[in-house]
Structure formats: structure tokens, C-alpha cells
């Protein structure tokens, strides 16, 4: 099962783990003082907008709706609410996120201050029954600056009766002042048995050589998991991450081999897979090394950001892959001879 075949979170109603979060929130709903706006973090593909909208259905609902579930925020599938959210035509609910590809156009890169303003102009109308006004934000660290600061005019000024629930697996990169002024849910990577329990409820076997391996990688993201369910990535994935602990030697004709398969757009997209693993292995040959002090390891470090900058100008430009990709491993090689 592809990703892209995986239903989006605000039709989920199936949430795995995040025991604290979901208290947190319930006891905030409860009290009758819930904070305005919550930051969500943690990495991707963990639950993060599924609980945002699991809860904001459950605001939403009439008490006719409602199920009793472990969280409390359990409504009935079928009935208007869950749907109407589905279909992102509650009058109460309005989500920012990303534009995706149409009419030849490729997928957005950021939210612009534009789509934000729109969006949250719906807060200067009251609610449809007078209760609350909900607003999602999914990928918040897509927000240009622009954007950022017309949410923030919303997050300290806020309505009455407004919720802004911000999902963000950079929440570093978001201003200081949003982050300052919303109640924070740092949401942790899941053990690898609701990574299984939740591939299963999206009708995957679990148990599968393919899903086990998957699993096994996936660093308790159910998304990268998803990523992971092909044999020709986990192989990209091994190829890649021997030639990178091959390193400061990796052989040239491997290295060039590699960069002309991920030049290769015909046969699917692999560079988000490679640019993911890269960061993973730096990462963790950071966390190896950490006895080396922080001067050893800083050319390995910085690098990490330089390349993901570079990827997303290659990207933008649509500039040459191969060139790219010869290039980072020259860089790798010197940054891993200097934390030697």
C-alpha cells in the first residue's frame, strides 16, 4: 500500500499512543479553560495531525455524536460532523496547509501569507451554533515569514471562542513568539508495536518480510514506514547507507551510479527517500561521536543543513541531480575526514 493511498489524517479516526497528549488535551476541554492555541511537535508521520483533528472532531460533535473511547474524543464515523470534517466543509472548522499539484501545477513549498490570511478571516464571523471556531495548521513550518506573523496577530489577539492547533515536526523553526505564547505537546516517536497496530488498522500485514523491515527503519514514524513498503526503497536505502559508511572512501563508480538513479525521475522519485537517510546517518554518526566535543563534530553537523538547503535549491531550479549528489558525497568524505 502506497502512502499517497493512505487516507488524509482528518479522515482517520484510529490513534495510536500519545497517552499524555491526549490527556493533556482532555483535561484543557474539560476544564472549561482550554488554551487558545497548542503546538503539536515531533517528527513526521506519527500522529500528529490525527490527533488534531480527532480532537477538534470531538469539540465539534453534538453530544448525540460522541463515543466513549480510551481518549474520550471517540465520535461516531458516519454521523454529520466526522463527515462534514472529512470534507473540510464544517463551518466551524478551516485547515492551512500546503496547496497541492493541480492544473499542471506543481505542490506548493510553503504556505503563503496569502492562504493564511484567508484562512483565518473566518474568525471575524461568530460560529455557526455560537461555540468554537477551530483552525488547523499542518506543517507549520511551511509558513513563510509573512505567514507566521499573520498568525501570530491571531494568536495573541485571539477571538472569542477561537482554538489554533498548530502540527509542526520543526517546531524549532517556527517564530519564538508563536511558540511562546502556545501550550506545547511534544509528541515522541512510537514503540514499534503501535507502528505495527497502526499498519494493520490501514489494512497492511504487519507480520510481512517487507512490513517487518520496514518497521525495523522506520524510527516509529507509521509514515515513514508507509514510505518504507517497497523493496526497491529498502534496497536504495541498504545501497546508500553502505556506500555512506564507506566513507571517507566510498568507491567513485558506486557514488555515480547512485547519482544516475536518483537522477532518474522515470522510474519514481527516490531523492526525498536518500535525502532522508542521509540525515538519519549523519545524525547518528553524530550521536556516536559525541565523546569526540562539539569542534570534532561540527563539520558533520553543519553539513546536515548545507545539503538539505542545497536539495531544496536543486529542486527549486531544477538543477542537475547527478551533480548534486557526486557533490554532497565529496563534502561528506572531507567533513568525515576532519571529525576523524
Same mark, same amino acid.
Given at each position: 500500500?502506497?502512502?499517497?493511498?493512505?487516507?488524509?489524517?482528518?479522515?482517520?479516526?484510529?490513534l495510536f499512543g500519545h497517552q499524555a497528549a491526549r490527556r493533556a488535551l482532555g483535561e484543557g476541554a474539560l476544564s472549561g479553560r482550554l488554551h487558545h492555541a497548542w503546538l503539536i511537535g515531533g517528527p513526521e508521520g506519527i500522529g500528529k495531525a490525527t490527533l488534531a483533528y480527532r480532537f477538534a472532531r470531538h469539540l465539534l460533535a453534538s453530544p448525540g455524536e460522541r463515543r466513549p473511547e480510551d481518549d474520550g474524543f471517540g465520535i461516531d464515523p458516519e454521523g454529520r460532523t466526522a463527515r462534514q470534517?472529512?470534507?473540510? #466543509?464544517?463551518?466551524?472548522?478551516?485547515?492551512?496547509e500546503r496547496a497541492g499539484a493541480e492544473d499542471g501545477k506543481a505542490a506548493a513549498r510553503t504556505i503563503s501569507v496569502e492562504a493564511v490570511r484567508k484562512a483565518l478571516a473566518f474568525f471575524s464571523s461568530t460560529a455557526a451554533d455560537g461555540g468554537r471556531r477551530i483552525c488547523i495548521i499542518d506543517g507549520a513550518e511551511d509558513l513563510t515569514i509573512a505567514a507566521a506573523n499573520a498568525l501570530l496577530k491571531t494568536i495573541e489577539e485571539p477571538p472569542a471562542g477561537a482554538l489554533v492547533l498548530i502540527v509542526s515536526h520543526a517546531p524549532q523553526r517556527l517564530l519564538p513568539t508563536i511558540r511562546s505564547r502556545c501550550r506545547k505537546l511534544a509528541l #515522541?516517536? @512510537?514503540?514499534?508495536?503501535d507502528v505495527r497496530a497502526a499498519l494493520s488498522s490501514l489494512g497492511t500485514d504487519p507480520v510481512a518480510d517487507i512490513a517487518a523491515r520496514a518497521i525495523g527503519m522506520a524510527e516509529g514514524s507509521v509514515g515513514r514506514a508507509l514510505t518504507l513498503m517497497d523493496p526497491k526503497?529498502?534496497? @536504495?536505502?541498504?545501497?546508500?547507507?553502505? @556506500?555512506l559508511d564507506s @566513507?571517507?572512501?566510498a568507491p567513485a563508480a558506486r557514488v555515480m551510479s547512485l547519482a544516475d538513479k536518483l537522477a532518474d525521475r522515470r522510474s519514481g522519485d527516490e531523492l526525498p527517500v536518500a535525502l532522508d537517510t542521509l540525515v538519519r546517518w549523519l545524525s547518528r554518526r553524530v550521536g556516536e561521536g559525541a565523546h569526540k566535543g562539539a569542534a570534532r563534530l561540527a563539520p558533520l553537523a553543519e553539513l546536515c543543513e548545507n545539503v538539505l538547503e542545497a536539495a531544496r535549491t536543486v529542486e527549486t531550479y531544477n538543477l542537475d541531480r547527478r551533480a548534486f549528489i557526486v557533490s554532497t558525497f565529496g563534502d561528506l568524505a572531507e567533513a568525515v575526514r576532519r571529525a576523524a
Open positions: 500500500m502506497a502512502i499517497e493511498d493512505i487516507a488524509h489524517p482528518r479522515e482517520q479516526h484510529a470534517i472529512a470534507a473540510l #466543509s464544517h463551518p466551524n472548522l478551516i485547515a492551512i #515522541s516517536a @512510537l514503540p514499534d508495536e526503497r529498502i534496497a @536504495l536505502i541498504d545501497e546508500l547507507t553502505a @556506500l @566513507l571517507p572512501a
